[in-house]
């Protein structure tokens, strides 16, 4: 068994960057995209046509028809984007499933690029870099009891942070994020494993769980007053680069 080092923080008012910029260095940069939805609904169709059989009978799996435009409208941006980083046309570009379900991209390129991607409420966030990357983005409910999982998923200092403090709910919802985005991150099944993954401010002795050997930092960061969302990733200390832009 070896001890795990996770470091956790909040970054307060990101410096986001409109539009794309010029890749560097992949190895040393994760780059995170965020889009608000309502902004990139009349490009639905140009989406729509990137997807492939499978992707299109899962949209229409959807009861609501806002959960069928986000999944066309997110899978037709990861696949844009990606495009863009590996210098293939979007059609070319598969979404293929690996190791505890996390998804990875398939192309016929030499190049190596990672992803991970989140929706909720009114965003798409997608993080692109090399290694284990995860993101979570959540729509804060107010309305949500949080009291009945707190338990099943915190530990006692965690439980109090959030049960404690006057923005009890937004503080769920971030520490939720940060245990989601590590759970994705390492693609090791540890969702039942959520009270040792302590999510607190600060540098912590993650678990004991021979599959992790590398330290981990995770930070969190707000959308707006409505939407947290959460990064994780191993490794080194990364340039974190905040891109919002439109398809």
């Known amino acids: 068994m ?3 080092k996770f470091f956790c923080h909040f970054l307060n008012n990101p410096q986001w960057e409109l539009g794309n910029k010029t890749v560097t260095d992949f190895e040393s940069q994760i780059r995170i995209h965020s889009f608000f939805i309502p902004n990139n609904l009349e490009d639905l169709n140009s989406c729509f046509n990137l997807l492939n059989e499978a992707e299109i009978k899962r949209a229409q799996s959807y009861h609501q028809l806002k959960d069928s435009q986000r999944f066309i409208i997110a899978r037709g941006i990861l696949k844009k984007l990606a495009s863009q980083y590996l210098s293939i046309p979007p059609n070319e570009i598969e979404i293929n499933i690996g ?13 190596k690029l990672d992803y ?15 290694g284990s990357i995860g993101i979570d983005v959540e729509q804060i409910n107010h309305s949500f009891n949080y009291d009945a999982i ?8 965690e439980q109090k942070f ?28 540890l969702d039942n494993n959520l009270p040792q993954i302590i999510c607190l401010n600060g540098e912590w002795e993650l678990m004991e769980h021979d599959s992790l050997s590398q330290s981990w930092e995770t930070l969190s960061f707000s959308l707006d007053l409505d939407h947290v969302a959460s990064l994780s990733y191993s490794g080194s200390k990364k340039n974190i680069l905040f891109i919002k832009q439109d398809i």
Do not use: D, M
């Open 2 to 4: 070896v001890h795990v």
């Open 99 to 111: 190791t505890n379900k996390k998804p990875f991209i398939g192309s016929n390129t030499s190049i």
């Open 116 to 130: 991970n991607i989140s929706h909720s409420g009114n965003w798409i966030v997608i993080a692109f870099g090399f």
């Open 150 to 157: 707190l338990a099943a998923c915190f530990n006692v200092e």
């Open 162 to 189: 959030i049960q404690q403090k006057p923005n009890s709910t937004e503080l769920f919802y971030r520490l939720w994020t940060r245990k989601e985005a590590f759970v994705k991150a390492t693609s090791k099944g």
